[in-house]
């Protein structure tokens, strides 16, 4: 049984992830002149992914969020000429995206500018207090069970 503090401390720290999710994601499309936060991880995710395995059920798998939510985002991006979307020749159902030349040189342009973003949004932060912050949220992802597909792989953008 929770006590009514331990109640309070759940709901306090809900409250403040969800509240602090939408405050990263509208400073952080406010530094970015390409990308929305929100387009520029669908990218990342891209280029996190083995050749011909960018489908929007990986994508989508590695930003934790719905196949419908990633195909609203890459039906943007493809509009801006960011990225092509052909279909899978192994799966006719699934489509495989690449990301075009124009969305590459887009990247390093907002990269610079996310880095400043990041620089800022943990100034106050250790290396030790990352370290600890960022073992405490794989920790809370995994409430479900479900283990987290996270970004540590090398691209040929390492410092995205």
Not at 107 to 132: C, M, Q
Request: one cysteine or more; proline letters at 2%; hydrophobic letters at 35%.
């Amino acid at each position: 049984m929770n006590t009514p503090k331990e109640i309070f401390l759940k709901q306090q720290t809900y409250a403040t992830l969800f509240s602090l999710a939408n405050k990263i994601q509208v400073k952080g499309d406010q530094c970015l002149k390409y990308f929305t936060g929100r387009q520029m991880m669908a990218m990342i995710a891209i280029l996190h992914l083995p050749e011909g395995k960018a489908s929007l059920n990986n994508i989508a798998h590695k930003l934790g969020t719905t196949k419908q939510s990633v195909k609203q985002l890459i039906t943007v991006l493809e509009k801006k000429g960011y990225v092509v979307t052909e279909p899978n020749q192994q799966d006719r159902r699934a489509v495989n995206i690449t990301i075009t030349s124009t969305a590459h040189q887009a990247l390093l342009e907002d990269n610079e500018a996310g880095l400043r973003f990041f620089d800022n949004l943990f100034h106050e932060f250790s290396p030790k207090e990352l370290e600890t912050l960022w073992t405490l949220l794989k920790k809370l992802y995994r409430f479900d069970g479900e283990e987290q597909d996270g970004f540590e792989e090398e691209t040929e953008y390492q410092h995205l």
